[in-house]
């Protein structure tokens, strides 16, 4: 622990069932009204943070694909009984039976989506998730912890109901914990707690029970609690290995990133998922979301595009014989744009499309594609927070795009609302054993007759042994190979298929990179620690040297050749469908 942190949490013991806690028991034995109205009336110091709160979930589950919306310590259900207008189902647990017995009773008459709730112990969430069969049932949680729940909560297990909750979220999901600010903790101790001594017991504004300089409280009732600031938070984070960005305070809409941010009463503490240690797809995006990745591909590659250029052309081209190695690495990600571009406008010549890029990165290809007059609405996915961020950034002046941090297998756009499918070297994360699910994505958002054109590597069918040296370097078993996508295609309704190849730019463009690289880092022109460059050379050089007799990468086009049973007539809007759908 941190030591300006440590009166905010603590390494958890080792046997939490031998302990016995009075604020536990005090939450057990709480009465429902005294909770209730202590929070809701709306004269009460929380009122408009409790608004805040549902607004943010319901927006979160709107642009997302989250199936299932999660609160832990769900209290009376003032948030999670509050979101019926939104058509995810919605699970509250508590470990107070009363609280549970009253939500019960309270919202079982949702009209839109279903509600349940359970007496759970937050520090056994995921035994608990398992033994209930969510985890088969839900692949993309919400998991919510509100209004200083979890400062509430006993201090030496709070480290381990944050841990539990990412564990729940897993790759494809998400917690919010918000806090009460710190910098409101005196407004809290005399327009609440002075308030609601029947609530949270009678104390003296004395350092026995109000310490204004750590911003505790502990009432002669042992009702205790903390208020945090974002700092603190961050802090607090940082001591359990998550880094944390602090945001502008009083942001209204929320950031993709791993953040905390002020607002108001409260403090929000925004976290992706924990993954599975097998998952490819989780090794991936904490690899892209690593600040010194970000600093890698906006320094060398450039804040547009990530991906495999056309060095083929750029040798070709006498005007760039002498131009410096970012230089050469940028005009043929370009080159390959243009070349990528043209493959559309051979099937869709001059008409705009609806197109849904699945693994956007910086949303440079979206962004191209509308500057030359080819989209009529887009979105653009990626389960990297900080890429989604600075897509957003980039393209806000284009009113046709959007982007989300969503997983390109489980989307939130509307089925057959899609006349086109594109990706740039994104699939090969998830391993040739997702690839169906990827394909089976593409099909369902794509119109009868729209086509899905992507770049990807894959392995060679006569690749030696060496290959696995660049494929379990990023978390695969194996690469995917030309024939082994057509196969899936064939299966699940495309046809025309097509394969335009250039390998040879493979080796070439890594090894720019890597000269670009230790060309930058003996000049100290770019900021990363140096146990990040030393894995990075080495990756690089693996990429570069073992390309030509290992890897295939060009063109992939296919088209979803007729309707099936799941398909529906083409909406005008690409966002129609429900995460729960």
């Known amino acids: 622990m941190a030591p300006n942190t440590s009166h905010l949490s603590a390494t958890a013991p080792q046997d939490h069932g031998a302990l016995e806690h009075d604020e536990t028991q005090l939450w057990k034995d709480l009465s429902v009204d005294s909770w209730k109205n202590s929070v809701m009336s709306k004269d009460s110091v929380f009122y408009d943070l409790y608004i805040d709160t549902r607004r943010r979930i319901i927006d979160a589950c709107l642009k997302h694909s989250y199936d299932v919306v999660v609160e832990v310590g769900c209290g009376t259900g003032e948030v999670i009984g509050h979101l019926s207008e939104l058509k995810t189902p919605r699970i509250g647990v508590d470990i107070n039976p009363d609280f549970v017995s009253h939500c019960a009773s309270q919202y079982k008459d949702s009209n839109t989506s279903s509600v349940e709730f359970f007496v759970a112990d937050a520090m056994k969430l995921d035994e608990w998730w398992t033994e209930m069969g969510f985890d088969k049932k839900y692949k993309a949680p919400l998991m919510v912890c509100p209004n200083n729940t979890i400062m509430i909560m006993p201090e030496e297990i709070r480290d381990t109901v944050i841990e539990k909750m990412r564990v729940v979220a897993g790759i494809e999901g998400r917690i919010v914990i918000t806090y009460w600010n710190g910098k409101m903790f005196a407004h809290g101790v005399m327009g609440f707690y002075r308030k609601n001594s029947d609530l949270c017991g009678t104390f003296d504004l004395t350092d026995d029970h109000v310490d204004w300089e750590a911003k505790k409280i502990e009432t002669r009732s042992s009702y205790k609690s903390e208020w945090p600031t974002a700092e603190d938070v961050s802090r607090w984070m940082s001591s359990l290995l998550i880094d944390v960005e602090i945001a502008e305070p009083e942001q209204h809409d929320t950031l993709e990133v791993d953040h905390v941010a002020e607002v108001g009463m409260g403090v929000y503490l925004w976290l992706k998922g924990i993954?599975?240690?097998?998952?490819?797809?989780?090794?991936?995006?904490?690899?892209?979301?690593?600040?010194?990745?970000?600093?890698?591909?906006?320094?060398?590659?450039?804040?547009?595009?990530?991906?495999?250029?056309?060095?083929?052309?750029?040798?070709?081209?006498?005007?760039?014989?002498?131009?410096?190695?970012?230089?050469?690495?940028?005009r043929a990600q370009e080159l390959q744009e243009e070349a990528f571009i043209n493959t559309i406008k051979s099937h869709y010549g001059d008409a705009k499309v609806r197109c849904l890029d699945m693994g956007c990165g910086y949303g440079g290809l979206l962004r191209n594609m509308d500057k030359k007059e080819m989209i009529w609405s887009a979105v653009g996915v990626d389960i990297s927070g900080e890429m989604i961020d600075a897509a957003a950034r980039l393209s806000k002046n284009n009113e046709n795009l959007a982007f989300y941090r969503e997983s390109y297998m489980n989307t939130n756009v509307s089925d057959d609302g899609m006349d086109l499918c594109v990706s740039t070297e994104a699939f090969l994360h998830v391993g040739p054993g997702n690839h169906e699910a990827v394909l089976r994505e593409a099909w369902r958002v794509l119109r009868p007759g729209g086509r899905l054109i992507f770049t990807d590597i894959v392995g060679r069918p006569d690749a030696p042994p060496e290959a696995k040296n660049l494929y379990e370097r990023i978390g695969l078993q194996s690469f995917q190979t030309i024939e082994g996508y057509?196969?899936?295609?064939?299966?699940?309704?495309?046809?025309?298929?097509?394969?335009?190849?250039?390998?040879?730019?493979?080796?070439?463009?890594?090894?720019?990179?890597?000269?670009?690289?230790?060309?930058?880092?003996?000049?100290?022109?770019?900021?990363?620690?140096?146990?990040?460059?030393?894995?990075?050379?080495?990756?690089?050089?693996?990429?570069?040297?073992?390309?030509?007799?290992c890897l295939q990468w060009g063109i992939i086009s296919m088209r979803k050749l007729e309707e099936t049973p799941l398909s529906r007539t083409p909406s005008l809007s690409v966002f129609e469908r429900s995460p729960s759908n």
């Open 486 to 549: 057509f196969a899936v295609a064939k299966e699940m309704g495309f046809g025309e298929l097509t394969f335009e190849e250039n390998s040879s730019n493979i080796s070439v463009h890594y090894g720019t990179v890597l000269e670009a690289l230790e060309e930058m880092w003996a000049k100290n022109e770019i900021n990363i620690k140096e146990s990040s460059k030393n894995r990075m050379v080495d990756g690089l050089t693996k990429w570069r040297d073992l390309a030509d007799s």
């Open 275 to 330: 993954s599975p240690q097998d998952s490819s797809m989780g090794s991936a995006r904490d690899y892209y979301d690593d600040k010194d990745s970000q600093t890698f591909y906006r320094t060398i590659w450039g804040e547009n595009n990530t991906h495999i250029g056309r060095h083929d052309l750029v040798a070709a081209d006498p005007s760039l014989a002498n131009a410096d190695l970012r230089t050469k690495i940028r």
